[in-house]
């Protein structure tokens, strides 16, 4: 799109930017750091409407040659709420050799039919070089909220305030988690990037499908002793980068995270079945 440095020719939303009311009044996660609200201002961007699917991410890897970091590993972290699994690791994640973007379960299986699908199993290294192969970068997660929020005010979703979970506006766990999964949204794991409606800015899937890698290290409370309310970013250096969005695993019993406000963090070299990523473009210098 003209006016943007997007250089993979992707498609682009622009966004004028502007000042609005970031975080909740408290987190749904206890020391997740969502609070306090406050207003801030970012300047304008271009977004990629849906995260980038395993189509484009293939086109990346052709022309660049590039080796993901679960490849680089030879594993990543696939979902299996299985009683084995829990009694094994104490955990749903298991550790699964050949699992990457484009075996996503391990050995034997391949993303066919799921082009349109998010691009998962990939680290935050991993969407930095694609962002910066196609000229653009991360978002902030200021950015990134402002974004989601589509200029709706303190909404807790893309969409106002009611609940996905009464009806099918996102594609999170319905059922019992983690082991009944009805899939009654239509899908059992991740969907087209482009499924459900947009919110009011035409972006897809700013919550549920998969969590979005965003520039920024986490903090519980950099927010609160930096004060900056003009295109804040993250503390300096960190353990962990900034997850925004919630994913298809995302239930309101344990994971409620699928609230434009919530936030997460995972380390940049974490892999899994459940990541991916958006990218953004700044604006062209005048000529």
């Not at 990134?144 to 594609?171: M, T």
């Amino acid at each position: 799109m003209t006016g943007f440095s997007n250089t993979a020719s992707l498609d682009c939303v622009s966004l004028k930017g502007g000042r609005f009311r970031m975080g909740a009044k408290r987190s749904c996660q206890k020391d997740d750091g969502e609070e306090p609200v406050r207003s801030i201002s970012v300047s304008g961007f271009g977004m990629t409407p849906g995260t980038i699917t395993n189509a484009q991410y293939q086109r990346f890897i052709d022309e660049t040659g590039h080796v993901s970091t679960a490849e680089g590993f030879g594993w990543s972290f696939v979902f299996d709420p299985t009683e084995a699994e829990l009694e094994r690791s104490g955990s749903w994640w298991r550790k699964t050799e050949g699992a990457c973007w484009r075996a996503p379960t391990g050995p034997g299986s391949d993303v066919t039919g799921k082009e349109t699908h998010p691009v998962v199993h990939v680290s935050w290294h991993d969407a930095v070089a694609y962002a910066d192969w196609a000229g653009g970068r991360l978002a902030t997660e200021a950015e990134w909220e402002f974004a989601a929020r589509g200029g709706l005010d303190q909404k807790r979703y893309p969409w106002g305030d009611a609940s996905p979970v009464d009806s099918f506006r996102c594609n999170i766990w319905r059922g019992k988690f983690p082991r009944e999964n009805t899939a009654a949204d239509g899908y059992a794991g991740t969907c087209p990037v482009d499924a459900f409606k947009p919110n009011r800015l035409g972006l897809y899937n700013m919550v549920g499908n998969v969590w979005e890698w965003t520039a920024d290290w986490f903090s519980r409370d950099f927010h609160i002793l930096s004060r900056s309310d003009r295109e804040p970013k993250g503390p300096p250096f960190g353990e962990g980068k900034v997850l925004k969005g919630g994913s298809h695993l995302c239930h309101k019993s344990y994971c409620a995270r699928y609230r434009v406000s919530a936030r997460s963090a995972s380390a940049p070299d974490m892999t899994t079945g459940h990541i991916g990523f958006r990218v953004v473009f700044d604006k062209k210098d005048p000529v």
